[in-house]
């Protein structure tokens, strides 16, 4: 009975929200360019490297691809990952007068 517990695995997959509304942590956010992003470009699913490697899946697949603010902590990897370099991070106080 104990060996038939040990071989069970979790099949749940985390998501958006599973530490909560992380976006107010933000130093830095990141931005994407339609004109370089590969998906809005071509107006085809393709690349989405950015959505691929997102630790926190806040990043939509749509065309252009889109990322969820009140979610997404500023780390940065969907800027370092994007081939074209189509995301770039810029400093969340430049926001501040946009949000309010």
């Known amino acids: 009975m104990k ?9 749940s997959k985390s998501g958006p929200g599973d530490a909560g509304k992380t ?3 933000r130093i830095l956010r ?8 590969i998906p809005a470009k071509r107006g085809t699913p393709s690349c989405y490297m950015c ?4 630790p926190d899946g806040v990043i939509s697949r ?3 691809p889109e990322i969820d603010y009140e ?10 990952e994007c081939p074209t370099k189509a995301i770039r991070m810029v400093e969340e106080s ?7």
Not at 51 to 54: G, K, N, T
Not at 71 to 80: N, R, S
């Open 3 to 11: 060996d038939d517990y040990c071989r069970k695995t979790s099949h």
């Open 23 to 25: 976006g107010s942590w």
């Open 30 to 37: 990141p931005v994407i360019d339609p004109a370089v992003c």
């Open 51 to 54: 959505w691929l490697y997102c």
């Open 62 to 64: 749509g065309i252009p």
């Open 71 to 80: 979610y997404c902590k500023g780390c940065g990897i969907c800027a370092e």
């Open 94 to 100: 430049s926001f501040i007068k946009e949000d309010t």
